[in-house]
């Protein structure tokens, strides 16, 4: 639900941190405001960033407005953004829930092979799908890449039942992620459009086929583990694709992505370079140190250097599972992300520790945590620190 990029305040700088609750907020109240407060289930991070991509092309700060106390915010009032991006990454995040729904029904994914639960899954995806297609009309956005991405992901899945991996009647990998980077590129896309900058479209568009290919990627490595213990299908396994190829390919999108990002005409590139480079650069190595962890029987970080190892080498809080783990997941949902349990901080934790980022108020420290090309993330005083 909530995607590979996962901010938080201690790998942010003030002002970046501020803007990005400001867009995460607007997402929320605008797909409760235009579809009910069911739609709020489908906040996602990912989708957010379409809306960050249109207001880092324009000149000047997108529209706000000041919405009331809400209990994510200490039940306190935020200035949160209002503009056709918001409505973009709402119309995105309803797409991509439906797609995701959908699927889960095809596959017959746990509960979804009830037949009960997927019943009802099928009608709400048919809800969100026409609300998502019905604002993206409204915005000149065609839908089409990404209500058909899931149609053909099952095709694709489907594909290789009665071929070996590896055959030619299976499909490859790369084969495997063009769904969904097809989906991104033309979500990414459109944001310029939005922002009035046309000649950006052709490296939005590679930035969003980098972005969905470690999308699609580090989603598979997640879940290799699980999906080879219940036999669900894995594009990793399908495919005959070891973590170590896995993770070749991971740094090849992410030196893609990040090289498209430096061809974007950005006036405010701080939270878009935040978010697109550094924040998946973290996915990609959160999502690997999680898949080294399963395949060695014991976290990463026994040895010094080791990728995600928790600092002084402790061990990180492990999942307790049961009655405590469904709570918390539940608490997680319903504040869209911002809480997180112990053993999920952990990894944030190691990250922010090996960047020493606590404390920081302003774009000086900031630049000495969070390495980008030029040694700092924030590009001078552009993100708003004071």
Known sequence: MFGIVRPCQHVLCKGLYADWMGHLCGLCLALRDEHG??????????????SVLTEAQSPTSASRRRAGPCALRGFKGADVVESEGVRLAAS??????????????????GVYARRPVAVGATRLAGRWSSAGTAMAGTLGFDPTPLTAAAGRQTLL????????????????LRE???????????????????????????????????????????DAVEDL?????????????????????????????HAELRAAVDEL????????????VRETGSAVSRAFAT??????????????????????????????GGLLSLACAALTCCTCGLYRPAW?????????????????????????CCPGEDGCCCDGCSCGCD
Do not use: W
């Open 291 to 320: 898949a080294a962890t399963h395949g060695t029987g014991h976290p990463p970080g026994y040895a010094p250097g080791d990728p995600g190892a928790p600092p002084g080498g402790r061990p990180p809080k492990r999942d307790p």
């Open 37 to 50: 407060h069911l739609s709020r289930l489908v906040t996602n991070y990912d989708g957010l960033l379409v």
């Open 225 to 253: 583990a699980d999906d080879r213990a219940s036999g669900a299908y894995n594009p990793l396994a399908a495919t005959g694709t070891g973590l170590d190829e896995a993770r070749r390919h991971c740094d090849a999108a």
């Open 92 to 109: 995105v995040s309803l797409l991509l829930a439906a797609g995701k729904v959908s699927d889960h029904v095809a596959d017959g994914d």
């Open 176 to 218: 495997l992620t063009g769904p969904t980077e097809d989906a991104v590129a033309a979500a990414f896309a459109h944001t310029a459009v939005l922002a009035g900058k046309p000649h950006n479209r052709e490296a939005l568009e590679a930035a969003g086929r980098g972005f969905g290919k470690l999308a699609h990627l580090i």
């Open 344 to 368: 999920d901080e952990d990894r944030e934790g190691s990250f922010c520790e090996r960047f020493d980022c606590s404390g920081y108020d302003c774009c000086g420290n900031c630049c000495s």
């Open 265 to 276: 005409d950005l006036p405010r590139p701080g939270l878009t370079r935040a978010l697109l």
């Open 157 to 172: 899945e489907r594909a290789p039942a009665q071929a070996p991996p590896g055959s030619s009647a299976a499909p490859g």
